[in-house]
């Protein structure tokens, strides 16, 4: 304990003090296509205290879209050095719980890390979001630590074949037009605004939910924000034929629409 006190202390004087822990699902965005297996994780960012002796979360999603096939020991506690149990439940249909426990006296984990490794099948196109609804750490004396806050992730599925289940142009999804969709070259796409003056992030993902690209956008006078990307990586160089998801964040709303580009 009094370690513990010391290394928060340290970290107030030098202006680095940690602060709450965050649980999140990882990567927070991922795109998939339909029938395809792919993998996610639970982890933990940096908080203090940052020692851990367990964990319990809990988390739904949309059993129509995705399944679960598995949940793992994530490498935070399957690496730690102590004898660990680690437990998975699943309660109905897309509601599910794991847990799991250093074993010995004050035996611990240092934040950050992975807390468990999932795997899923994507079952039918559509969206879901992997929403947390429980999350709770406890210290090297077993105590709940508090706050814990928590982050969801997204996960959108595709057609297998995509392009004749694509909208052709003008295509509108969420509120977004993409246009020429498909698209051999460049994509325009427009977009309501619902704060006048507030120009929204748009982010472009590729099927395995990495942002390739963040074209910056300009909001017109009727209320409508637009941007035209050029089928190019923030680095310049041309991404690959394939299904792309257009992400467009504007305070609390988050609009998605899918392009398709054909070289």
């Known amino acids: 304990m009094r370690v513990l006190f010391a290394i928060a202390l340290i970290a107030v004087i030098c202006g680095t003090a940690l602060g709450d822990p965050t649980v999140f699902v990882s ?5 998939v296509t339909s029938g395809e297996p792919f993998e996610m994780s ?15 979360v809990d988390f739904t999603f949309d059993a129509e879209v995705i399944e679960l096939l598995s949940a793992e020991e994530g490498s935070l506690f399957a690496n730690c050095g102590y004898p660990t149990m680690f437990h998975w439940d699943s309660l109905a249909a897309g509601s599910h719980s794991c847990n799991d426990v250093t074993l010995g006296h004050t035996a611990h984990v240092f934040l950050p890390g992975e807390l468990v490794a999932l795997d899923f099948a994507s079952l039918s196109v559509g969206e879901t979001a992997i929403t947390i609804t429980a ?41 977004i037009r993409v246009f020429p969709n498909p698209s051999s070259d460049h994509v325009k796409i427009e977009f309501p605004v619902d704060r006048a003056g507030v120009a929204p992030r748009v982010d472009v993902l590729d099927v395995a939910g990495r942002i390739v690209a963040r074209p910056r956008c300009s909001v017109l006078g009727d209320g409508t924000g637009s941007v035209t990307w050029g089928g190019r990586s923030d680095l310049g160089a041309a991404v690959p034929s394939g299904i792309y998801l257009v992400v467009v964040r504007a305070g609390e709303t988050t609009r998605r629409a899918k392009c398709l580009l054909l070289r």
Request: no cysteine.
């Open 27 to 31: 990567p927070a965005e991922l795109t």
């Open 42 to 56: 639970i982890r933990v960012d940096a908080g203090y205290p940052d020692s851990v002796t367990a964990f319990l």
């Open 135 to 175: 999350a709770d750490l406890r210290d090297i004396n077993r105590d709940p630590i508090l706050p814990v806050y928590s982050a969801d992730g997204f996960v959108t599925v595709l057609p297998e074949t995509g392009v004749e289940e694509l909208p052709v142009s003008p295509a509108a999804d969420g509120g």
